[in-house]
């Protein structure tokens, strides 16, 4: 995310030259040699969510009833695993499932949510995907991680959210229904703030919760309303929090950085 609309060399000589870990992540656009070049990489590193991009665009959704989107999600999670076990990375995160299939241009924007669909139904077929991609978990010795969703109002219709694990307590909910060591939560601060302020939960509440799931965090600010990505600050909400999770992998998503920003938002959490 910092280093969006540059090159992958471009970031991985940055984070060479300043010892940084680089999460190869969903804004990636699409290129022949991708696995090739992080493979490549001598730098502690990891993949997420949709690296390495297709050729041919999709939306990962481990909930879809579309049976060709639902088995290539969980492909390209199995890849994920592979990909992070090949670098030692602790785990490989994807994004929760959801109950509507958008087009990829769709993300970020209004989904399409005025459609009929059964919410339990998908929430099986999600744990189905789960359950299959544990097994290669398993195999690797590689944790899979879900990261909870961004729960906007303008996705809302008629009170009803599409959206898998955007609160505390569906996240406890999978956690419960899939009991595997290898499974956990990549925690999205910035996703948990807007949810919250959409679903009217307690961020304080929410956290007792999913302490004893949190495997890894993202960490970017927001107004409340959408997840821009934005530069943490001092007050940043999380902070009161942090210590609890030190033990942990903590990735910096704050979009559109340069190297001297970099250095004082990471700066932010050593004070």
Request: overall charge negative; hydrophobic content about 35%.
């Given at each position: 995310m910092a280093f969006r609309g540059k090159s992958i060399e471009t970031a991985i000589q940055t984070c060479t030259a300043n010892d940084w870990a680089l999460e190869f992540s969903s804004g990636m656009p699409h290129r022949a040699d991708m696995v090739a070049v992080y493979e490549a990489c001598d730098l502690e590193r990891m993949p997420h969510n949709y690296f390495p991009a297709p050729a041919v665009p999709f939306v990962l959704n481990l909930?879809?009833?579309?049976?060709?989107?639902?088995?290539t999600s969980i492909e390209h999670c199995r890849l994920g695993l592979r990909l992070s076990a090949q670098a030692n990375a602790l785990f490989y995160a994807a994004h929760a499932g959801f109950?509507?299939?958008?087009n990829p241009d769709e993300l970020g924007k209004q989904l399409p949510v005025n459609v009929p669909y059964q919410r339990e139904e998908h929430w099986q077929l999600f744990l189905q995907s789960i359950?299959?991609?544990?097994?290669?978990?398993d195999e690797l010795q590689t944790d899979f991680l879900i990261e909870n969703n961004v729960v906007a109002a303008m996705n809302i219709?008629?009170?009803?959210?599409?959206?898998?694990?955007?609160?505390?307590?569906?996240?406890?909910?999978?956690?419960?229904?899939?009991q595997h060591p290898r499974l956990g939560i990549l925690l999205d601060t910035a996703h948990l703030k807007v949810s919250s302020n959409t679903?009217?939960?307690?961020?304080?509440k929410a956290m007792q919760t999913l302490r004893p799931h949190i495997k890894?965090?993202?960490?970017?600010?927001?107004?409340?309303l959408l997840d821009t990505n934005e530069k943490?600050?001092?007050?940043?909400?999380?902070?009161?929090?942090?210590?609890?999770?030190?033990?942990l992998v903590h990735v910096l998503e704050v979009k559109d950085l340069n190297a001297d920003e970099i250095r004082q938002q990471l700066s932010l959490f050593s004070d």
């Open positions: 909930a879809s009833k579309n049976p060709d989107i639902h088995r109950c509507i299939d958008p359950k299959e991609i544990l097994k290669t978990a219709h008629e009170n009803k959210n599409p959206l898998f694990c955007g609160d505390a307590l569906e996240m406890a909910r999978l956690m419960t229904d899939i679903l009217d939960f307690n961020l304080n890894g965090i993202h960490h970017s600010d927001n107004d409340g943490i600050t001092s007050d940043y909400w999380f902070f009161d929090y942090l210590n609890n999770y030190r033990e």
